[in-house]
């Protein structure tokens, strides 16, 4: 089946092609793009400082419309039949059609950005990897946008109080929040303080190296690699001589749907709201703005591209 497909190379770039898209195998189903999320590692690749993935695979946080179930039991015994609307970490999302195999979407009650169930499932990924029956534990998150609220929001609605959060956007709500201690990015640096006590668990959503030499983490604590990093000269010897943790909560981890089936629910109830953290929707034609105006700051909120008129 012959599909249109966008893909960047990393020059700030979108470009057009034609991908003869195989059929979906046994364990997969053909899915309909509806919408597409624009994550930051997707702004990254179309600025050309991240790695660029190859054109099949770029775009994943994806709701569309089931097409086709593959052949065998294992597709139709998951309860999906064509026409349902799923929530997929499908790739490539940036095409207008695409196989997605068991254990990568979930069925959801509508086609509407909250319902990218993707980035959300990515935030209660991370969450889980710190947690443990301290609830008292202090929590340090590097970053303030999409994925830190759905980490915080995670975290507080299974009791844990103790927050620190760097970073820009949001700082109204941020600040708003009694159990956070907000340090905004512009001109300051971590407290002081927490530096020499250290954090319990270490949340680093930056994509800069720089906080894994910085001695944030409490002995016998956690850290988590929240995005992609090139760390160069990395010393690891506080880590072992600490037992420093270093946990990388991957989408990759085949666990991950279950976070996927959770996010569904949390949203569903209102327990993780995200309707407020999702803004402009971009056609495929116009592809290229809703990338440029992340970069140039226009698009403040995550943004995304709608398929189907």
Request: charged share 25%.
């Amino acid at each position: 089946m012959k599909v249109k497909l966008l893909y960047t190379t990393g020059n700030r770039d979108i470009i057009e092609t034609i991908w003869d898209k195989p059929e979906p195998k046994a364990n997969e189903i053909e899915v309909q793009s509806i919408l597409t999320g624009i994550c930051s590692s997707d702004v990254a690749m179309y600025d050309g400082t991240f790695t660029t993935l190859p054109k099949e695979i770029q775009g994943h946080e994806c709701i569309g419309k089931v097409t086709k179930l593959g052949s065998k039991t294992g597709v139709s015994s998951s309860g999906i039949k064509v026409g349902d609307i799923v929530a997929t970490r499908g790739e490539p999302g940036f095409a207008d059609y695409y196989n997605t195999p068991l254990g990568s979407f979930v069925k959801v009650s509508q086609a509407a950005p909250r319902y990218i169930l993707e980035p959300v499932a990515c935030g209660i990924n991370i969450a889980k990897s710190i947690m443990d029956k301290d609830l008292s534990k202090s929590i340090a998150i590097i970053g303030s946008g999409f994925l830190a609220r759905v980490i915080y929001d995670y975290l507080k609605h299974n009791g844990y109080t103790d927050f620190t959060v760097y970073g820009r956007g949001f700082k109204d709500y941020w600040e708003k929040a009694d159990d956070v201690d907000f340090i905004s990015h512009s001109g300051h640096h971590l407290d002081v303080h927490k530096k020499q006590q250290g954090f319990d668990a270490f949340i680093d959503l930056s994509s800069k190296p720089q906080y894994m030499h910085n001695g944030y983490v409490k002995t016998n604590g956690t850290y988590v690699v929240g995005a992609e990093k090139v760390v160069d000269n990395l010393d690891f010897s506080k880590f072992l001589w600490e037992n420093i943790t270093i946990k990388c909560p991957s989408p990759r981890n085949p666990d991950f749907i279950n976070s996927m089936i959770e996010a569904e629910q949390l949203v569903k109830k209102g327990k993780i709201k995200v309707n407020h953290l999702w803004g402009e929707g971009y056609d495929r034609d116009n592809a290229k703005e809703a990338f440029d105006n992340r970069i140039n700051g226009k698009d403040i909120l995550r943004n995304y591209i709608t398929w189907v008129k």
